[in-house]
């Protein structure tokens, strides 16, 4: 599968943004789908993820209350709804699928598509 993102920009903080996942492929409701985030010297944290049927979702601590994932499967499309935005929340967001396990992961490792990043901006 390929992951397209889209959706980054800037925002002051408490902002909102909404960050979409297109994914190619006929069978994207097999996938579980997540997003992460990076800064430059960190690692890539988790965010949020779905499993493939949309009814599991699992928020990071530090996103819980504010970001909110879901899917269209008749879309193959992923979307990640960001409310009330603060500038720690500023990072390179990356949309990730596993065809290898059917619920959510935490840990990057066990995904193995990932698109190409957008970058989020937020100022205070």
């Known amino acids: 599968v390929q992951l397209q993102a889209s959706g980054g920009g800037s925002v002051q903080a408490g902002g909102s943004l909404r960050l979409v996942c297109a994914a190619s492929g006929r069978t994207f409701s097999n996938y579980a789908m997540a997003w992460f985030r990076q800064v430059p010297g960190k690692e890539r944290g988790f965010v949020a993820g779905i499993n493939g049927n949309g009814r599991s979702k699992k928020v990071g601590d530090n996103v819980n209350g504010r970001f909110t994932i879901s899917r269209d499967n008749a879309k193959n499309t992923v979307y990640l709804q960001m409310n009330g935005l603060k500038p720690e929340d500023t990072a390179v967001y990356y949309c990730?699928?596993?065809?290898?396990?059917?619920?959510?992961?935490?840990?990057?490792?066990?995904?193995?598509?990932w698109g190409q990043g957008t970058l989020v901006t937020v100022s205070s």
């Open positions: 990730a699928a596993t065809d290898r396990y059917t619920s959510v992961q935490y840990r990057d490792i066990f995904y193995n598509y």
